[in-house]
């Protein structure tokens, strides 16, 4: 059974940037498609970065040119860096692994929090 575990998160001024830690446990993180999602209180949850096994990797518009997903093999983790962050961008950041696709997420962790003030 996959788990999932984010740190990293914090609050930032509009500009800075700021790095995500993925760690998994229990499966190896290469064989799933790992992604990133975000919610904002009172909105429906986001998909904002994956990688596939083979390292495709993909965006949503907003954080293109800013966000980069990746993936440590030999550690197990997942990363997401985050560059000229907004203050849009502030939301709770989740950890998603899908074994079959990358449309059927069905692993999280808790989350991590990232604040981004004007």
């Known amino acids: 059974q996959v788990q999932l575990v984010e740190s990293g998160g914090g609050s930032v001024q509009s500009g800075g940037s700021l790095g995500l830690f993925c760690a998994v446990s229990g499966d190896a993180a290469s064989t799933y498609c790992m992604g990133w999602f975000r919610q904002a209180p009172g909105e429906e949850r986001e998909a904002v970065a994956s990688?596939?096994?083979?390292?495709?990797?993909s965006y949503t518009d907003p954080v293109k040119g800013r966000f980069t997903i990746s993936q440590d093999n030999a550690r197990n983790t997942l990363r997401l860096r985050m560059d000229s962050l907004k203050p849009e961008d502030t939301a709770m950041y989740y950890c998603a692994a899908d074994y079959w696709g990358c449309t059927g997420f069905t692993y999280w962790g808790r989350g991590t929090q990232v604040t981004v003030s004007s």
């Open positions: 990688i596939t096994r083979n390292g495709w990797t």
